[in-house]
């Protein structure tokens, strides 16, 4: 089992900025990738972005250049710096821990006033 607790969630105004942590526990070896997806009142869950074990990473088109996924391996924890932040990037955001089996996160709201 993994365990994985978000925060640095908020409301912030367009334009500005914030940096999403997850802090993972438990069976961490099972963990080859982690990331980021983020639902939407109405919408579907969708991939914002990941980062793989070796550091790889990989982005939505529409926070590319505005996002940047990385990972602390010695902390077990992955972060989402979110920068120049649009009212459409309001959602829940979750943290994945990927292997055999995924775990989801809580979810952390963010929140983008115009």
């Known amino acids: 089992q993994v365990q994985l607790v978000e925060s640095g969630g908020g409301l912030v105004q367009a334009g500005g900025s914030l940096r999403l942590s997850c802090a993972a526990s438990?069976?961490?070896?099972?963990?080859?990738?982690m990331g980021w997806y983020r639902q939407a009142p109405g919408k579907q869950r969708e991939l914002v972005a990941a980062?793989?074990?070796?550091?790889?990473?990989n982005y939505a088109d529409s926070v590319k250049g505005r996002f940047t996924i990385s990972r602390d391996n010695a902390k077990n924890t992955v972060y989402l710096q979110m920068n120049s932040l649009k009212p459409e990037d309001t959602a829940v955001y979750y943290c994945i821990a990927g292997g055999e089996v995924d775990y989801w996160g809580q979810g952390t709201q963010v929140t983008v006033s115009s």
């Open positions: 438990g069976s961490i070896f099972s963990i080859n990738a």
């Open positions: 980062i793989t074990s070796g550091g790889s990473t």
